[in-house]
Nanobody
Framework: QVQLVESGGGSVQAGGSLRVSCAASGFTFSWACMAWFRQIPGQEREGVAAIDSHGTVSYSDSVKGRFTISKDNAKNILYMQMNSLGPADTSMYYC?????????????????????????WGRGTQVTVSS
């Protein structure tokens, strides 16, 4: 059974940093494409960062240069380091997985991060940035 559990959210002032984590279980982590999405109530869920089995990454324009996605295959943990946070980054952050044998690949570096491509989801962790 695939499980994704996010942690690390919280409140921070503008200009600050946070690192969110996603603990994965129930599947071979190294096979998966992993992604972070965020969503404000009433708005579409936005893909912000993704990483595939080979380490290829993709970022949305809104976070490029400020957020860094990474993963630890030995610990089955996905991370996202978020720097230079602003109020516009306030959102619920979700971890998502696409599991594909023998490995999942993004179509290209900085390919669009599409919600429909990821069938497995965590419950989210809230990030709040105050001005």
């Amino acid at each position: 059974q695939v499980q994704l559990v996010e942690s690390g959210g919280g409140s921070v002032q503008a200009g600050g940093s946070l690192r969110v984590s996603c603990a994965a279980s129930g599947f071979t982590f190294s096979w998966a494409c992993m992604a972070w999405f965020r969503q404000i109530p009433g708005q579409e869920r936005e893909g912000v960062a993704a990483i595939d089995s080979h380490g290829t990454v993709s970022y949305s324009d809104s976070v490029k240069g400020r957020f860094t996605i990474s993963k630890d295959n030995a610990k089955n943990i996905l991370y996202m380091q978020m720097n230079s946070l602003g109020p516009a980054d306030t959102s619920m952050y979700y971890c998502a997985a696409r599991i594909w044998w023998p490995g999942c690949a993004l179509s290209a570096p900085n390919a669009p991060i599409q919600r429909s491509w990821y069938p497995s989801w965590g419950r989210g962790t809230q990030v709040t940035v105050s001005s």
